[in-house]
T-cell receptor
Framework: GQQVMQIPQYQHVQEGEDFTTYCNSSTTLSNIQWYKQRPGGHPVFLIQLVKSGEVKKQKRLTFQFGEAKKNSSLHITATQTTDVGTYFC???????????FGKGTTLSVSS | EAQVTQNPRYLITVTGKKLTVTCSQNMNHEYMSWYRQDPGLGLRQIYYSMNVEVTDKGDVPEGYKVSRKEKRNFPLILESPSPNQTSLYFCASIPGLAGGPASYNEQFFGPGTRLTVL
């Protein structure tokens, strides 16, 4: 079936370093969403991107949707220990179809 | 408080013993969905429901059943659980068509049910 690939699977950084996770689809996505799951918790919605080339910011988090709507990235500037968790992207290949999740990137931060 | 609830939160059972995991949302959402989460595999959709009495298979429906008799409830049924169904299960809901195209709405996840089948 259709997949959304996400890399890296794991990333460890020192507090204050930047972090980026990438999602890629072989086919065009109608939209892409990002979720964060804290250890032991459930996924929590962060943001949705719909337009080609869209960039959105939430404080230290920057989300991008590629021009071709096939890839997306989440960049965290100056990570903090509160950023620890697994970040998932999730995309729809067509409006109204199932949301397909990437396998997630687990971020660990040492102080 | 707007939320998605699941019960039980933890369950240990034995192979072949039928079980039901309940899911309820109090937000009048049309769309509900079940996922399982396994290490290295991320979240995989089991079944989803666009509205009452409307259900459809996701990516991994084998061994599961669902029903949607009421808008707020979407139980997940394992008729004959097997050890490969040991997993963390999440129910989720989306406002759905009433709030605009379902495509463009965030999912609200329940707290999860950790199931172990021995």
């Amino acid at each position: 079936g259709q997949q959304v690939m996400q890399i890296p699977q794991y990333q460890h950084v020192q507090e204050g370093e930047d972090f980026t996770t990438y999602c890629n689809s072989s086919t065009t996505l109608s939209n892409i969403q990002w979720y964060k799951q804290r250890p032991g918790g459930h996924p929590v919605f962060l943001i949705q991107l719909v337009k080609s080339g869209e960039v959105k910011k939430q404080k230290r988090l920057t989300f991008q949707f590629g021009e071709a709507k096939k890839n997306s990235s989440l960049h965290i500037t100056a990570t903090q220990t509160t950023d620890v968790g697994t970040y998932f992207c999730a995309g729809r290949h067509q409006a109204g179809t199932a949301l397909i999740f990437g396998k997630g990137t687990t971020l660990s931060v040492s102080s | 408080e707007a939320q998605v609830t699941q019960n039980p939160r933890y369950l240990i059972t034995v192979t072949g013993k039928k079980l039901t995991v309940t899911c309820s949302q109090n937000m009048n959402h049309e769309y509900m969905s079940w996922y399982r989460q396994d290490p290295g595999l991320g979240l995989r959709q089991i079944y989803y429901s666009m509205n009452v009495e409307v259900t459809d298979k996701g990516d991994v429906p084998e061994g599961y059943k669902v029903s949607r008799k009421e808008k707020r409830n979407f139980p997940l049924i394992l008729e004959s659980p097997s050890p490969n169904q040991t997993s963390l299960y999440f129910c989720a809901s989306i406002p759905g068509l009433a709030g605009g195209p379902a495509s463009y709405n965030e999912q609200f996840f329940g707290p999860g049910t950790r199931l172990t089948v021995l």
